[in-house]
């Protein structure tokens, strides 16, 4: 069974900073891309950060500068350091997965999510 749990996502004042987590099991973490979304209240979900197996990323245009996505393959999990935070960075944030699980199936999962609200 694939599990992601986020964690550290609260409240901030703007320009302040928290750093969320995403531990990850049932899966061949070092197999698979991670990835942050986030969906803001009463809009789509989009993408925050990915990260591949070998430490690439690749970052939405609002948060680049801001905001880092790294991994611990020791550890099973994935990382979003977010800083200089503002207003609109308010949203649930979701981990994702995508690659070989361990069974070897390949798939997609999503965590539930944590709420960041960045207050002005």
């Known amino acids: 069974q694939v599990q992601l749990v986020e964690s550290g996502g609260g409240l901030v004042q703007a320009g302040g900073s928290l750093r969320l987590s995403c531990a990850a099991s049932?899966?061949?973490?070092?197999?698979?891309?991670m990835g942050w979304y986030r969906r803001a209240p009463g809009k789509q979900r989009e993408l925050v950060a990915t990260i591949t197996s070998d430490g690439n990323t690749n970052y939405a245009d609002s948060v680049k500068g801001r905001f880092t996505i790294s991994r611990d393959n020791a550890k099973n999990t994935v990382y979003l350091q977010m800083n200089s935070l503002k207003p609109e960075d308010t949203a649930v944030y979701s981990c994702n997965a995508d690659g070989l699980d361990r069974g070897l199936r390949p798939g997609v999962s999503w965590g539930q999510g944590t709420q960041v609200t960045v207050s002005s």
């Open positions: 049932g899966i061949i973490f070092s197999n698979n891309v």
